[in-house]
C-alpha cells in the first residue's frame, strides 16, 4: 500500500501541464502551437520569454523532484520500489490523462527524478554534460542522450544496484520514443568544430 500510495503521488504529481498552464494563465495562449507542438518548458520559453520558460522548466523538475524526494527521505523508499516510483513519475509526464494522454518529453522529469535520486549530486556533472554536448553538436536530444551515459557511469561507479539500471534503461527508452523524429536527424557538429577539422585537414 506504501508503494502504491508514493507512485500515484508521483504520476498525479507529473501529470500536471504547468508549461501549458503558465501559457493560459500568462499568455492566454496554447503553448503547443509553436515549435514542435511539445508542452513543455522549451516552447513556454519560446512563446513567453525566459521569465515563463524558466518557470515552467523548475516547476516540471519540482514535480519529479519533490514527491521522490519525500518518498526516499520521509518514507524510506529504497531500491525496486524506488524505481517504481520514479518510473510512474516519468510515465505521468509523458502520458498526462489531463491532456489526454500527449504529454511532454519528460526531460525535465528525468532531471528532477534523478537529482531526487543522487541527492543533488548528479545536479553538477550533469549540467557540464548538457553545456559540453551542446557545445559540440547541433541536436538537442543527443546532448540529452550522451548526458544519459554521464548518469548510468553513476550509478556503475556509485550505486551500483540493478533497480536503478532498469530505471535508467526504461527512462532512456522513454527519452528514445519521445524524440524518434529528431533521433533520425544524427549527430550535427557545430559549425566552429567543422571549421577546426577542416583546418587540420588542410
Known amino acids: 500500500m506504501v508503494l502504491i500510495f508514493w507512485a500515484?503521488?508521483?504520476?498525479?504529481?507529473?501529470?500536471?501541464?504547468?508549461?501549458?498552464?503558465l501559457g493560459f494563465f500568462f499568455?492566454?495562449?496554447d503553448i503547443r502551437e509553436i515549435g514542435d507542438h511539445n508542452p513543455g518548458g522549451v516552447n513556454a520559453w519560446k512563446m513567453?520569454?525566459?521569465?515563463?520558460?524558466?518557470?515552467?522548466?523548475?516547476?516540471?523538475?519540482?514535480?519529479?523532484?519533490?514527491?521522490?524526494?519525500?518518498?526516499?527521505y520521509l518514507g524510506g523508499i529504497e531500491s525496486w520500489?524506488?524505481?517504481?516510483?520514479?518510473?510512474?513519475?516519468?510515465?505521468?509526464?509523458?502520458?498526462?490523462?489531463?491532456?489526454?494522454f500527449r504529454g511532454g518529453k519528460s526531460l525535465a522529469v528525468t532531471g528532477g527524478i534523478w537529482a531526487a535520486i543522487s541527492n543533488g549530486w548528479l545536479i553538477i556533472p550533469v549540467m557540464i554534460s548538457l553545456a559540453t554536448?551542446?557545445?559540440?553538436?547541433?541536436?538537442h536530444?543527443?546532448?540529452?542522450?550522451?548526458?544519459?551515459?554521464?548518469?548510468?557511469?553513476?550509478?556503475?561507479?556509485l550505486y551500483s544496484s540493478p533497480a536503478m539500471i532498469i530505471?535508467?534503461?526504461?527512462?532512456?527508452?522513454?527519452?528514445?520514443?519521445?524524440?524518434?523524429?529528431?533521433?533520425?536527424?544524427?549527430?550535427?557538429?557545430r559549425?566552429?568544430?567543422?571549421?577546426?577539422?577542416?583546418?587540420e585537414n588542410d
Open 27 to 29: 499568455l492566454n495562449r
Open 167 to 189: 530505471l535508467w534503461v526504461f527512462n532512456m527508452n522513454l527519452i528514445v520514443l519521445k524524440h524518434r523524429n529528431e533521433i533520425r536527424d544524427g549527430v550535427i557538429p
Open 48 to 72: 513567453g520569454g525566459w521569465k515563463i520558460g524558466l518557470s515552467a522548466v523548475i516547476l516540471d523538475l519540482a514535480k519529479a523532484f519533490v514527491p521522490l524526494y519525500c518518498a526516499i
Open 133 to 139: 554536448f551542446h557545445s559540440l553538436q547541433k541536436t
Open 8 to 21: 500515484l503521488i508521483a504520476f498525479l504529481c507529473s501529470s500536471i501541464p504547468w508549461a501549458m498552464i
Open 141 to 157: 536530444v543527443w546532448t540529452i542522450i550522451f548526458t544519459m551515459f554521464v548518469i548510468l557511469s553513476w550509478i556503475f561507479l
Open 191 to 199: 559549425n566552429w568544430l567543422l571549421n577546426m577539422v577542416r583546418k
Open 81 to 100: 520500489s524506488l524505481s517504481v516510483i520514479a518510473g510512474s513519475s516519468l510515465l505521468g509526464h509523458a502520458f498526462t490523462p489531463f491532456l489526454k
